[in-house]
């Protein structure tokens, strides 16, 4: 498959404290890939740097050629579901909508059509009318979700995109997830829900303490972690064969262990990881009656534990991410403060809004800086209604 998006060697330090270290990354086209980490681990800022919010220290990265200080081009082929809130409270949901459209380059005609497929498809087209305000946290999310994929980009990132869903409109998302997918729209995925990981992506790569740990297909990984554990269910006489295999556990060739029985169940785990598991079977066969033999693969959650403990007990520094979330204060106060208008790719980002050398500076704005963008972003509001006013009239 084709690559897509390529980071090369990214770096980026917060008052001496390394929140991402070189990192390096492959997304292949048209694929669903699991961002995953830790409080603190750097998947915010990788995120932060991908949506031109931030800019590295070192190394830079591509998404279908277009390099990352081409900030303009990028943002419109970037869509950025943000974990926090990006809609203005007082404006209505279509209003809203049409707006994003517009930032992104399409005209009236073509941000409606595409509004009117993608909220139809979603079930939310009767909240048109809607203020944000007037909507429950999993309303504004399902909107946010819409605004951030109907025009189509060349890539989606959701950070934790389920925030306040209920099952109904989470499958929903889930369904819609996978027929963009099927556009060949490539998906970054980040949330701390690793079971709904394993339902949706195919490859993942974990973070922890700035640096890429475990990158792969999910199936390779499983492989690859493998306890060489099997759940075993016994025949109609499981008591009397548990019994049996458990008096000639030792004696048995290939040998193995019994770490849980009840009933005619019981999980077993092989003492030779070389031996095939057909030879393990065979084994038994020759002793007892064997209804199941299932190989037990360990959650992506037991994969995930077990890293990011084994990296930590490498690193005693206990307080890196304490550390780090002080020294990011100023950053994360200034995207919390930013809509979705503002947010990266998604939305304005530095250069529209006449911001053409984004730099640390501006990134940990000044009050006088941020009073700046507030005044734009009125005039942007202003320019806009205006422009719907005409039209109408």
């Not at 040998?255 to 070389?274: A, Q, V, Y």
Request: aromatic fraction near 8%.
């Amino acid at each position: 498959m084709t690559t897509i998006l390529k980071i090369s060697n990214l770096t980026k330090e917060y008052e001496n404290v390394v929140a991402l270290n070189d990192v390096s990354l492959e997304i292949e086209k048209g694929t669903i890939f699991g961002l995953l980490g830790p409080n603190g681990a750097g998947k915010t800022s990788l995120i932060r740097i991908l949506t031109g919010i931030s800019i590295p220290d070192k190394g830079s990265f591509t998404l279908e050629n277009t390099e990352n200080k081409d900030f303009d081009s990028l943002s419109r082929m970037i869509g950025y579901l943000p974990e926090e809130r990006g809609l203005y409270n007082d404006m209505k949901v279509i209003e809203q909508l049409e707006f994003f459209g517009q930032i992104k380059g399409l005209n009236i005609k073509e941000a409606r059509e595409k509004i009117d497929y993608y909220c139809e498809r979603m079930g939310i087209k009767d909240w048109y009318q809607k203020k944000a305000k007037e909507l429950s946290k999993g309303m504004q999310q399902m909107v946010q979700f819409v605004s951030t994929i109907f025009f189509e980009p060349s890539l989606i990132i959701l950070d934790e995109p389920f925030t306040g869903l209920d099952p109904i409109n989470s499958n929903k998302m889930i369904q819609e997830i996978h027929e963009l997918q099927k556009k060949g729209i490539t998906i970054i995925f980040s949330t701390h829900r690793l079971e709904q990981v394993e339902e949706i992506c195919e490859n993942i790569a974990l973070i922890n303490k700035g640096k890429v740990i475990l990158k792969g297909k999910i199936s390779d990984i499983k492989n690859d972690f493998k306890k060489h554990k099997f759940k075993v269910i016994l025949g109609t006489k499981g008591y009397r064969c548990l019994q049996f295999v458990e008096s000639r556990q030792d004696a048995c060739v290939p040998s193995f262990e019994i770490l849980e029985n009840k009933d005619n169940e019981m999980i077993i785990r092989s003492l030779d990881p070389n031996t095939p598991t057909n030879t393990i079977i065979k084994s038994l066969m020759e002793e007892v009656e064997i209804q199941s033999f299932i190989e037990i693969y360990p959650s992506l959650s037991e994969i995930f534990i077990e890293l990011v403990e084994k990296s930590s007990d490498k690193d005693t520094d206990s307080s890196r991410s304490a550390n780090l979330r002080l020294a990011c204060e100023d950053d994360i106060n200034n995207e919390n403060e930013l809509n979705q208008s503002e947010i990266g790719a998604t939305d304005i980002n530095q250069s529209e809004i006449g911001a053409t050398d984004i730099n640390q500076s501006e990134i940990g704005a000044t009050k006088s800086k941020k009073t700046i963008k507030r005044l734009v972003l009125i005039v942007l509001i202003l320019i806009f209604i205006i422009y719907r006013f005409v039209i109408k009239h």
